[in-house]
Structures are given as structure tokens and as C-alpha cells.
């Protein structure tokens, strides 16, 4: 089984404390910052965007996970800053030419991931497996935080690992994005997920600290 990673989502960061967020997500050795990246087309929302990315670059040391939800992402890779070890992903759904927008984030130096929403099924990723380190699937509808688990994701992350298993992939990460609880991450590790973007269901769940949240997560996972 791949090691679990935690991926904080931003988006569900305190943006008014967002030094002292990062303090405690550095202290507390989140694997990655999960950064949500909204055209308003795609998805109906705006959230995070280019000069974000640069400022986490210069301010903190721990890799980026950048999760572009745009259309026609191949025209606007050049737009984001990549470092070596950052994942960026683009959606399969966004995308005519995926094959060439995931050649393009390797060649800037980053690990390349494709992202499906929850209604897009897993053959979309067939001819795919040799061009990607991973597969962000969305366990919710993107674009907003705070929504419910779509259920027939659990069963769909674990027939992805055996996919991925089937035909010679066992080091591609599955990440999994919206709703992971700490109830939902259990379910979601059993089935083969190993990277978990944590937002306003785990790590910025109310009740209890940052730090202590970060260190349930990785207990149970
Ligand atoms: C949207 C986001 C969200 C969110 C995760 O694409 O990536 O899924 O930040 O947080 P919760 O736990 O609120 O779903
Ligand atoms: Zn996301």
C-alpha cells in the first residue's frame, strides 16, 4: 500500500491568519498545501490564484498541490509557478488535449495528476496511466467546501487502485478531495486512496485545534 500523505486545503484556511496557518501546517509537517484553483467557469466559484501560489513558495518549503479547475487548462499551465515535488492537476473533463497538458506540468518540473469529478468515469483515464504520477478523485461536485460525500466514490477509488494495480501502476497516488472526515478518510484509505485533502471536514474542523486534528487524521489513516 503507498504511504498516506495529508494535503491541507487552503481554501479552508483562516485567510485573515494565514502566516500563523502556515506556521502550524509547517510545525505539524502537512505532506502538502492543496490549492484550489476556480475560473468561475468550470466551477461556479473563484477562490485561490497565481500570485497565492508564488507567495506559499517563497514563505514555506512544503510542496504544492495544485488543483486547476479551468477550462482549457493546457493554455494557462505556463501561468503557475512549479517547483520540483509540487503536483498540479488538471481535470479530464476541462480538457481536449489532457495527454498534452499533463507532457507540459512534467516539463515545467512538477508530478502530473488528472482529475475526474465524481460523474466521469474511470476509462476516461485508460490511455492515460503512463503520463500520470497520480489521480485526484473528486469525492464531491467541485467548486465549494462544506458539501456531502458522493458514496458511490468509495467503490470507485477502490476499482481505480485495482485499475492502477492491474496494469502495473502500484506507485500512482489516488488522491481523494471533498468531504474527508475523519469517518469518510478511514473508508477511503480501506479502499486504496493514499493523499488526502483535508479541509473543513478534518483539519479546519471546528472543536478542536489545527495541530490536533492534523494528528487524528494521520492516526487513522
Ligand atoms: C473543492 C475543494 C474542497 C474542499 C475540501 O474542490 O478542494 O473539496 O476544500 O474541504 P471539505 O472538507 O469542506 O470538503
Ligand atoms: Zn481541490
Not at 485495482?162 to 480501506?190: C, H, P, Q, W
Request: charged content about 25%; aromatic content about 6%; overall charge negative.
Amino acid at each position: 500500500m503507498r504511504p498516506a500523505f495529508i494535503a491541507p486545503s487552503m481554501m479552508c484556511a483562516d485567510f485573515l491568519h494565514l502566516g500563523d496557518e502556515l506556521e502550524t501546517l509547517k510545525a505539524n509537517k502537512a505532506d502538502f498545501l492543496h490549492i484550489d484553483i476556480m475560473d468561475g467557469e468550470f466551477v461556479r466559484n473563484y477562490t485561490l490564484g497565481t500570485d497565492y501560489i508564488r507567495k506559499l513558495h517563497k514563505y514555506s518549503d512544503i510542496p504544492l498541490d495544485i488543483h486547476l479547475m479551468i477550462t482549457e487548462p493546457a493554455l494557462k499551465i505556463s501561468w503557475f509557478e512549479m517547483k520540483p515535488g509540487d503536483y498540479v492537476s488538471v481535470h479530464v473533463e476541462a480538457d481536449a488535449h489532457i495527454q498534452r497538458s499533463l507532457a507540459a506540468i512534467k516539463n515545467a518540473g512538477a508530478k502530473a495528476m488528472a482529475a475526474l469529478n465524481p460523474g466521469t468515469p474511470l476509462c476516461m483515464l485508460e490511455d492515460l496511466l503512463p503520463d500520470l504520477d497520480g489521480v485526484l478523485l473528486m469525492t464531491v461536485n467541485p467548486g465549494f467546501a462544506g458539501q456531502k460525500l458522493v458514496p458511490q466514490t468509495i467503490d470507485k477509488i477502490r476499482r481505480l487502485r485495482r485499475m492502477l494495480d492491474e496494469a502495473g501502476y502500484e506507485n500512482t497516488d489516488i488522491e481523494v478531495d471533498g468531504n474527508v472526515s475523519f469517518e469518510n478518510a478511514v473508508k477511503m484509505r480501506e479502499a486504496g486512496a493514499n493523499v488526502f485533502v483535508a479541509g473543513s471536514s478534518s483539519v479546519f474542523a471546528p472543536g478542536a485545534t489545527v495541530a490536533e486534528n492534523i494528528a487524528h487524521l494521520r492516526r487513522i489513516i
